[in-house]
C-alpha cells in the first residue's frame, strides 16, 4: 500500500524567503507525482505534474524535483509571498494496480507573513 | 465548461435524508474521480470513472454510496441514508489519459453537512 508524508506539516516564512517543501512515498514504482496547491474552503488547484522519466518540473517560481528511488519529491518555492500561503499537497498513483487511485499527504500549511 | 464544476457548494441536510452531488468535468476529459476530503484528514478516493464505466469503485466507504456517469460527462455522486460521519467535502476531478493518472484537474468541491 502507497503512503505518502509530507514535512512539515506547518511552516511560516517571512516574505522573500527561498523555502522547501518535502514529500515522501513508499512505493517507489510511480508513473508520475503531482503537487497541488489548496486554498481554505476551495478545491485543489495543479502545480506541477513530474513524470517518472524526469527529475524536475518548474513553473515560474516553483520547481520540483523527484528521485524515484529514494521514494522523495521536493518543492522549491523562490522568493516566497504572502500569496503562496496556502496548504500543498503531494499525490503519486500506486505502484502498482489502479493508476487512478492516487494518494495524496496530508499537507504542508505555509504562511508567508509581511 | 472551462473547468470542472460541482454543484451544490455547499449542502446542510438532516441525517437520513439522501443527497445527490454533480460533477460536471472539462469537456472531452474521459476520466472523473470522486474524492472526499474530511476534517483534519487527507484526501480520500472514492471512485474512478473511465467514459461511463467505473472500473474502480473500491474506495466507496458503504452501499449507501453510489455514483453514475452519463454521456460521458456529467457524474452523479448519491448518499442515501446520510449518517453524520458523511460530512466532508467531495472532490471531483477530471482528466484527459484513459487508464493512466495525467494531470488531474479539481472542481471547488462539495461541502456536504449531515446535522
Known amino acids: 500500500k502507497q503512503e505518502v508524508t509530507q514535512i512539515p506539516a506547518a511552516l511560516s516564512v517571512p516574505e522573500g524567503e527561498n523555502l522547501v517543501l518535502n514529500c515522501s512515498f513508499t512505493d517507489s514504482a510511480i508513473y508520475n507525482l503531482q503537487w497541488f496547491r489548496q486554498d481554505p474552503g476551495k478545491g485543489l488547484t495543479s502545480l506541477l505534474l513530474?513524470?517518472?522519466?524526469?527529475r524536475e518540473q518548474t513553473s515560474g517560481r516553483l520547481n520540483a524535483s523527484l528521485d524515484k528511488s529514494s521514494g522523495r519529491s521536493t518543492l522549491y518555492i523562490a522568493a516566497s509571498q504572502p500569496g503562496d500561503s496556502a496548504t500543498y499537497l503531494c499525490?503519486?498513483?500506486?505502484?502498482?494496480?489502479?493508476?487512478?487511485?492516487?494518494?495524496f499527504g496530508t499537507g504542508t500549511r505555509l504562511q508567508v507573513t509581511l | 465548461g472551462a473547468g470542472v464544476s460541482q454543484s451544490p457548494s455547499n449542502k446542510v441536510t438532516e441525517k437520513g435524508k439522501d443527497v445527490e452531488l454533480r460533477c460536471d468535468p472539462i469537456s472531452g476529459h474521459t476520466a472523473l474521480y470522486w474524492y472526499r476530503q474530511s476534517l483534519g484528514q487527507g484526501l480520500e478516493f472514492l471512485i474512478y470513472f473511465q467514459g461511463n464505466s467505473a472500473p474502480d469503485k473500491s474506495g466507496l466507504p458503504s452501499d449507501r454510496f453510489s455514483a453514475e456517469r452519463t454521456g460521458g460527462s456529467v457524474s452523479t455522486l448519491t448518499i442515501q441514508r446520510t449518517q453524520q460521519e458523511d460530512s466532508a467535502v467531495y472532490l471531483c476531478?477530471?482528466?484527459?489519459?484513459?487508464?493512466?493518472?495525467?494531470?488531474?484537474?479539481f472542481g471547488e468541491g462539495s461541502r456536504l453537512t449531515v446535522l
Open positions: 499525490a503519486v498513483p500506486p505502484g502498482t494496480g489502479t493508476a487512478s487511485k492516487l494518494t
Open positions: 476531478a477530471s482528466n484527459g489519459l484513459a487508464g493512466v493518472t495525467g494531470e488531474l484537474f
Open positions: 513530474i513524470q517518472s522519466s524526469q
